[in-house]
């Protein structure tokens, strides 16, 4: 494995791929910005207009060319750009103030946009700060085409681009030139860059706060997008060292290709199912080839992001029927609106501690009619009985409870209007709050089945926020409180013939998965792209044998003592079988 060199820099994983290519420094130019009065108001006025109409034109070629790259869906982000450019509030009264304060039209578009940006750098959310960055990109658009500026993009082929931020207009404009990667110094999992990256397939390692500090224009780098790491200037022992990596991750995809077809079983016969996770529509294809048992995590709030407003029941309706028809006869577990959090809310609240706030299921039940817009979809969605329906942030028995009269009350009207749905459609939760573990047992009477999310019942146990770098530390998956957490919410889930699965980023960890095995749970949802080597793995362990390894971490009292025996584990057991996958130096 590689060790930590000081040539190393650590960023997010944004988009998976490794890729080796010159650094392509890419700095846009700072328009500065004019501010001195005018005599000839309407002249101003008319250059405006002419601006806006550029900015448009630039747009929807940029538009044109997404439809092609990404299809219409992930197009649409250009097309709720050109919405701005035709807000006729915001064009109003940019118009007015121009001809109120005879100030300059690029000041008046500076400063009147700028107020929009700082409200929304003002909410404390990563979406809300994400998308502040793409009205920049407006803004920035409007005041160019005022001066009569054209954008100069003499970027050469196959590079990585090196920044500050990308739009999605950068994005997709890159890619024309065959660009091998991206490196920024800003920009998070949930930006409109990450999101475009992942569907080009280009590996993006995002965030790294003082990229362009540290990379020079033309250093050789490399980007591993799976372990959000850039290596500047590599030495000969680390060039060797991924591209081998690289070599062998191909043949390792021809290799684990083979196994699409074959169940998700152990040496001795213990069939796990094996989900995936669904973020973004057109990885439904990537899950099918990859041979899933079904979805189990569609993130729905992926779908309101896209379109930046809540859906009809009409839209979700036709959304979830894609996913049920697309993927039967397997499972799709949908979740339903999780946001709050680290994820955006509808509106403007501002949350001390947004994780410990107004999220999931407390959203949800406080505003009945979006809730019961997107239940009556789902259930009009469930006509092939393949379609389960998920709690998120479920802590008491009463969100059940309120939960399930709501969804009578929907299933009540849907028959009175004649629509057909599963009328036996499973409810389960999200197990990610310490009070819905403890009270399993009770939960498992109420529901058909849990799933495990890691991700906050690790945060919520162990009072660490995971986003805090100063405490990111104390977050740790095989504390021996988390492992002994998921084995009693397994027992207890298991005493009530409840299904146990887990959707957090523990079933993604490799060393994790025996464990996770080993604790009896049914199925591990992992994202699509990690099915395969999922697969290989439990085929090539023994459930006795994991079990055995369980009782091991049971008694072990800190996760250095946990995280080595499993290491030893799979180092002995496990990771021979996955040879081609792992280079050693």
Not at 61 to 84: C, H, S, T, W, Y
Not at 305 to 329: A, G, H
Not at 374 to 398: D, E, G
Not at 520 to 528: N, T
């Amino acid at each position: 494995m590689q060790k930590e060199k000081s040539n190393i820099y650590k960023g997010l994983p944004a988009a998976p791929g490794i890729t080796i290519a010159p650094a392509y420094l890419f700095k846009k130019e700072k328009e500065s910005i004019n501010s001195d009065t005018i005599e000839n108001v309407e002249e101003a006025i008319t250059i405006l207009e002419e601006s806006l109409e550029s900015s448009r034109k630039e747009l929807k070629k940029v538009f044109g060319l997404a439809i092609d790259k990404l299809g219409e869906k992930r197009a649409a982000i250009f097309e709720a750009q050109i919405m701005i450019l035709d807000d006729p509030v915001l064009i109003d009264t940019i118009k007015k103030r121009i001809r109120d304060e005879k100030r300059t039209s690029e000041y008046i578009v500076y400063d009147e946009i700028s107020k929009y940006q700082r409200m929304m750098d003002q909410v404390n959310e990563p979406y809300m700060k994400e998308r502040s960055q793409d009205i920049d990109d407006i803004k920035n658009r409007i005041i160019r085409n005022i001066k009569k500026k054209k954008w100069k993009s003499k970027i050469t082929n196959d590079v990585i681009v090196v920044t500050d931020n990308i739009t999605p207009a950068d994005t997709v404009l890159f890619s024309r030139a065959n660009v091998k990667g991206y490196v920024t110094n800003f920009g998070g999992l949930t930006s409109h860059a990450a999101i475009v990256a992942r569907s080009l397939h280009i590996p993006a390692v995002l965030g790294l706060h003082d990229a362009t500090a540290k990379i020079n224009d033309g250093d050789t780098i490399i980007v591993d997008g799976y372990r959000g790491e850039v290596v500047v200037a590599p030495t000969d022992e680390q060039l060797s060292y991924y591209k081998k990596r690289i070599k062998n991750l191909n043949l390792y995809d021809a290799e684990l290709s083979k196994l699409k077809d074959l169940p998700a079983e152990t040496t001795d016969g213990r069939r796990i199912s094996l989900l995936a996770n669904l973020d973004l529509t057109e990885e439904i294809d990537l899950i099918v080839q990859n041979g899933a048992n079904g979805i189990g995590l569609v993130r729905t709030e992926q779908i309101f992001e896209e379109m930046d407003q809540f859906p009809t029941e009409e839209v979700q309706l036709e959304w979830y029927k894609q996913i049920s028809e697309n993927i039967y006869p397997d499972i799709a577990i949908i979740r339903v609106l999780d946001i709050g959090g680290d994820k955006i809310l509808p509106v403007d609240v501002k949350e001390a501690n947004p994780f410990l706030g107004w999220r999931g299921i407390r959203f949800l039940l406080d505003n009945r009619e979006l809730f019961k817009t997107q239940l009556r979809a789902i259930l009009r969605a469930s006509i092939h009985k393949n379609i389960k329906v998920m709690l998120p942030m479920i802590a008491s028995l009463v969100e059940v409870r309120e939960t399930k009269k709501i969804m009578e009350g929907c299933k009540a009207e849907l028959k009175k209007e004649g629509h057909k749905f599963d009328n036996d459609i499973e409810l389960g939760i999200m197990i990610e709050v310490p009070s819905a573990a403890v009270l399993a047992h009770e939960f498992a009477k109420e529901v058909s089945f849990f799933s495990i999310g890691t991700n906050d019942l690790i945060q919520y146990l162990l009072a660490v926020d995971r986003g805090n770098e100063i405490v990111s530390s104390l977050y740790q998956e095989f504390h021996p409180s988390v492992v002994r957490t998921i084995d009693f919410i397994i027992k207890e889930g298991k005493q009530n013939d409840v299904f146990v699965s887990i959707c957090g980023e523990m079933a993604s960890d490799q060393i994790a998965i025996p464990l996770l095995i080993g604790l009896g749970l049914d199925s591990l949802s992992v994202s699509p792209a990690l099915i395969p080597v999922t697969k290989q793995i439990i085929r090539n362990i023994s459930f006795e044998e994991t079990q055995k390894l369980v009782e091991k971490c049971l008694t072990a009292i800190t996760e250095k003592d946990i995280k080595d025996i499993l290491t030893n584990y799979f180092d002995e057991k496990v990771k021979h079988h996955l040879k081609s996958f792992f280079v050693t130096n």
